[in-house]
């Protein structure tokens, strides 16, 4: 089972940026998977926050997090990054990158599915102090 492995989460201040990073040893998955980001707090489940397409032409994001998040993707160094800024305390939660097989015909509703994903970190919390 392919693994990904994400950096460290961090404790921030409301208002503050904090960005983390996703990475995978298997090179095809790094170069031709679509990749995404979700979150989880007690409330809500796998919630989507952002995706980006393989060849990175393509990005997507929750309204909640728009204007606010950037995700990015540098292939050659098979790692996918999520910038947080302006943070809310409602942004605190256990942030998880996910990797999945998708077409450039896919759009929001595919990359925001969780089901679309096949490969999984094993989550890294966030949490954002008011």
């Known amino acids: 089972q392919e693994q990904l492995v994400e950096s460290e989460g961090g404790s921030v201040q409301a208002g503050g940026s904090l960005r983390i990073f996703c990475s995978t040893p298997?090179?095809?998955?790094?170069?031709?998977?679509?990749m995404g980001w979700f979150r989880r707090t007690p409330a809500k489940e796998r919630d989507f926050v952002a995706a980006?397409?393989?060849?990175?032409?393509?990005?997507y994001y929750a309204s909640s997090v728009k204007g606010r998040f950037t995700i990015s993707r540098d292939n050659a160094k098979n790692t996918v990054y999520l910038r947080m800024g302006s943070l809310k305390p409602e942004d605190a939660a256990v942030y998880y990158c996910?990797?999945?097989?998708?077409?450039?015909?896919?759009?929001?509703?595919?990359?925001?599915?969780?089901?679309?994903?096949?490969?999984w970190g094993q989550g890294t919390q966030v949490t954002v102090s008011s």
């Open positions: 996910a990797a999945g097989a998708m077409s450039p015909f896919d759009g929001y509703n595919s990359v925001s599915n969780a089901t679309k994903y096949t490969y």
């Open positions: 298997e090179r095809t998955v790094a170069a031709t998977y679509h």
């Open positions: 980006i397409s393989w060849d990175a032409i393509s990005t």
